[in-house]
């Protein structure tokens, strides 16, 4: 009784000693980090960010949100902090904050903002994720998310696991969050973006353009921004609420929009897939700069970084990853991967792909439970491709009770890895946000057609102006239009 009464009381000073207070609330918390251990993570794990997607090279955009954030941050509950902004270069609809005062937006969601006080108020819930220690405490609860496949696919853990060490643990970029943490960035946004001018009731309708992107085509995929959020049209009546108490608090009579300024920020701003990381046509990844292709799996999700292609079922069963592997030669790259994702190889072979030399294995993971008798198995095939000087690796994971089932889908995408001589796939030029100004006022459909948009993609650039076809727009109104 007295060993239970010494251990229950250390496990007590453990916890106390992990209590600090919320720097929002005011609170105390258990948070088994100190400040300068969050700094230090977020140190480790921006570089690792920034290669994984690289940053959008647009100078003046880069400027204008690091300005607005640091404005924002230094209002903030956490001012001391040494924040960082920045845009990086996918076309996601998605804006994340990592712990020490790291945050995020993808060119995907600057494009699909049509204020300044929108962006403002997005800004202001990520930055309320930083200050009130929401990344923080949830590391702290053991409650990191494995970094997933793709958005709107449920992937089985185990593969989750495979995922995350193929994408150098970046686990933090899909921490989720309770509902209660995303309201209060919530009410963090509209606080932070009504303290430097903005009018936050804009931030609730940003949200609702995100809703309809979701549902434009009948996708199933949630934008990774709304995957953990409460449901846009409850927030919005919320975020309305706060946004006018807070300017009645401040007085902010001449609260800012700043929509054309906004528009003309991101007038050439790169939409959708940028052909020079790669893109898919007709079930085919096709790498223009790199000169290769590869048939991705019909019907599977996909998804496109700087570092590497994955790929997934929709069952979720089974992932097809593309990315490089170390090593001077295809043997030494085959036990680095070996070595890497801990494999014990059942078969090894040389063998040539469309005349490209490749090593191809078969190998079991067993994952950390080995000791448990009924571990769990994952079985891979991988094609080590030696192909302009790069070492390419192509990985099909699945339970090893699955691999049967997935094995032929998975060695038809590495056997038809190929060289890319198509100089119309070579040379394809990116589609960019045009910002066209309308002459007579008219509906924005009929404007939209002005500018010879498809009839097909009407809805989608509706979504992307934050508007319906069937709105009017006035003449002298900016408006966004697709061309490359």
Not at 281 to 305: C, D, I
Not at 437 to 461: D, F, H, V, W
Request: proline share 4%; aromatic share 8%.
């Amino acid at each position: 009784m007295k060993n239970i009464s010494v251990a229950l009381g250390l496990s007590i000073l453990v916890l106390l000693s992990g209590c600090a207070r919320n720097p929002v609330t005011g609170k105390r918390q258990v948070v088994l980090m100190s400040e300068a251990q969050e700094i230090a993570m977020g140190k480790e794990a921006d570089p690792q960010i920034v290669q994984q997607f690289g940053l959008y090279p647009d100078s003046a955009l880069q400027r204008f949100i690091n300005e607005k954030g640091k404005q924002m941050a230094a209002i903030s509950h956490r001012p001391n902090l040494e924040y960082e902004f920045k845009i990086v270069d996918s076309d996601i609809l998605n804006a994340f904050a990592i712990p020490g005062g790291y945050v995020y937006f993808t060119r995907g969601i600057m494009g699909h903002f049509n204020n300044e006080a929108e962006f403002a108020g997005v800004l202001g819930h990520e930055l309320g994720h930083v200050t009130a220690r929401h990344s923080v405490s949830q590391q702290s609860k053991g409650m990191l998310a494995q970094l997933g496949v793709l958005a709107g696919v449920i992937i089985n853990p185990e593969l989750g696991r495979f995922a995350e060490t193929a994408s150098q643990g970046l686990g933090l970029l899909m921490l989720k969050f309770g509902r209660d943490a995303e309201r209060e960035a919530d009410q963090l946004g509209v606080e932070y973006s009504s303290k430097i001018g903005y009018d936050a009731k804009q931030m609730a309708h940003f949200f609702t353009t995100l809703q309809r992107k979701q549902s434009e085509s009948g996708a199933n995929e949630i934008p990774p921004f709304l995957s953990t959020h409460p449901s846009p049209v409850d927030r919005e009546a919320t975020v309305g609420q706060l946004a006018l108490e807070w300017q009645k608090k401040l007085n902010l009579t001449n609260a800012q929009i700043e929509r054309n300024n906004y528009l003309k920020r991101i007038d050439g701003l790169i939409y959708g897939e940028d052909p020079k990381q790669g893109f898919v046509e007709a079930n085919v990844f096709y790498h223009p700069v790199l000169k290769f292709q590869f048939p991705v799996p019909t019907g599977w999700s996909f998804q496109n970084s700087p570092t590497q292609v994955q790929m997934a079922s929709k069952d979720g069963k089974a992932i097809l990853i593309f990315t490089s592997a170390q090593g001077a030669s295809l043997q030494e790259a085959t036990n680095n991967v070996v070595k890497q994702y801990n494999l014990q190889r059942a078969e090894t072979e040389s063998i040539s792909v469309n005349g490209i030399p490749a090593m191809r294995i078969i190998a079991d993971q067993q994952q950390q439970q080995q000791q448990q008798q009924n571990a769990a198995v994952l079985r891979t095939v991988s094609y080590l491709i030696q192909f302009g000087g790069t070492i390419y690796h192509m990985v099909g994971v699945s339970m090893a009770t699955d691999f049967n089932n997935y094995y032929q889908t998975f060695v038809n995408s590495m056997q038809n890895f190929r060289e890319l001589k198509d100089q119309a796939k070579i040379n394809k030029k990116p589609e960019k946000i045009r910002v066209k100004t309308i002459r007579t006022g008219t509906t924005l459909q009929q404007a939209l057609k002005q500018y010879n948009t498809p009839e097909k993609r009407m809805e989608e650039l509706a979504v992307l102006n934050g508007m319906k076809l069937t709105d009017n727009v006035a003449a002298g109104t900016l408006v966004k239009v697709i061309e490359q």
